[in-house]
């Protein structure tokens, strides 16, 4: 039955979402966390995606790390897509490790001149003990003497 103070075009059933003035909005609740849960998950996925080049470079221990990480900084704040894109192709490259293969050369050359050995931060490799070197180090010839030559087997 209607009541006497509702025009007569008024519907006369409500939908359950349509509420009465003074009482909660239930369905306008319900959409607002719907909004922040999609928000932050839409965030995260974001994130997820835009950081993988600079993950995929950490986990497998690639040279170029910091430079994929500062090229996803660059693209994060500058909204320059070319820069996660050089940072994944970056991430996906291997590059070969020269650092040791340069220090091991330079501590075998430094060996053979027979100078100590410098110590710096960016040694790579450690000196080998005195005693557990497998060669021998090589005596200066007595003056007047010439070098041997070792026997031919010819």
Sequence with gaps: MPSPNMHPAAPHHL?????????????M???????????????????????????MAHKSHKIQFEIVAVL???????????????????????????????????HAL?????SAPRRGAGSPVEPPHPLNSRT????????GHAPQKAPSHA
């Design 72 to 106: 996803g900084l660059l693209a994060l704040f500058t909204h320059i897509h070319l820069f996660w894109v050089a940072g994944l192709l970056l991430a996906l490259i291997e590059f070969p490790d020269f650092s040791g293969l340069f220090g091991r050369m330079a």
């Design 15 to 27: 939908p359950a979402f349509i509420t009465t003035p003074g009482e909660s909005d239930y369905l």
């Design 110 to 114: 430094e060996r053979i001149a027979g």
């Design 136 to 143: 021998k180090p090589v005596e200066p010839a007595p003056k």
């Design 29 to 55: 609740v319900a959409m607002a966390v719907l909004l922040v849960v999609a928000v932050l998950t839409v965030g995260i996925i974001f994130f997820r995606l835009h950081t993988l080049p600079e993950r």
